[in-house]
């Protein structure tokens, strides 16, 4: 079975042992601290859980990374990059907007992700990309790919803005006030994976507060569909794959979009 089939039993099996009791006040228990520095819950805990089941399992022993778990040291090459649960506030609130991430890296950097998927809790649909071969959802093919007539009126923007300091609210003010259709639905994997999808022209986050453990998955089904992703000094994303690594990026579906994207920002 190849790492991808693996990742994505492991997405079923989180989906399976977590739908009956995602939004209930057990699933809300709150526990220890996680590796990740939030407070972990019982749903968090249990979608974890359900990752390793999978690979002992398959006898499946990579090093994993996760949100609660931290590093887990494995006995076979490579590394497991899991969030069990992105998007757990709205989870625990009732909000259908969350996923499961899992993400297969030859080492611990992002840009060497060969395998991803993201299990969209709520609907069951699957998003999966393997390096060099594409992006899908339930075996149709993504592309971000958009009508180059879009005028910006037309244009939807997935922009993160939730603890945005005073400093960087104010350098986003142009684009906020430029831009007719702003989104944030609060699990940035997901989103992400809709940008890969097309239903969103662009998604922005420069907080620096988003971790890698949220993006490896969602990173490269995004660039497999054709999405351009870059740090905010203009070079192309990239970094480690440690528990408490945070980054900002801009992800679009072509230079020109960043470009426009990038002057608004630094005016």
């Known amino acids: 079975m190849s790492v991808l089939e693996i990742l994505k039993e492991c997405a079923i099996n989180v989906y399976g042992n977590t739908k009956d009791i995602i939004g209930t006040v057990e699933g ?6 996680g590796a990740g520095g939030d407070v972990s819950t019982k749903i968090d805990l249990i979608a974890e859980k359900s990752v390793f089941e999978v690979l002992k399992k398959k006898a499946f022993d990579p090093n994993v990374v996760g949100e609660e778990c931290g590093l887990v040291e494995g006995k076979d090459a490579g590394i497991i990059v899991m969030d069990g649960v992105d998007g757990t506030t709205n989870a625990n609130c009732g909000l259908p907007f969350y996923c499961c991430s899992l993400a297969y890296s030859k080492d611990m950097n992002l840009t060497s992700v ?3 998927v993201v299990f969209n809790l709520v609907s069951g649909d699957i998003f999966y990309a393997s390096k060099s071969k594409g992006s899908f959802m339930n075996g149709k093919r ?7 007539s ?3 009126n037309e244009m939807v923007i997935g922009l993160n803005i939730s603890g945005l300091s005073k400093e960087h609210f104010i350098s986003i003010s142009s684009l906020v006030s430029s831009i007719s259709h702003v989104r944030h639905l609060g699990a940035n994997a997901l989103e992400l994976c809709y940008f890969a999808r097309g239903s969103i022209d662009a998604y922005i986050d420069i907080r620096e ?3 890698s453990i949220d993006m490896a998955a969602c990173y ?3 660039k497999e569909a054709g999405g351009l992703i870059f740090d905010t ?3 192309a994303l990239n970094c480690s794959l440690y528990v408490d690594s945070r980054m900002s990026f801009i992800a679009v579906a072509n230079l020109e979009m960043y470009n ?3 002057n608004l920002i630094t005016k």
């Open 150 to 152: 879009l005028t910006i």
């Open 142 to 148: 993504l592309s971000t790919t958009k009508d180059p």
């Open 114 to 116: 060969t395998d991803s």
């Open 209 to 211: 507060k988003i971790r």
């Open 260 to 262: 426009w994207i990038r």
């Open 233 to 235: 000094t203009g070079k």
């Open 220 to 222: 490269l089904i995004a």
């Open 28 to 33: 809300r228990q709150k526990f220890e601290l």
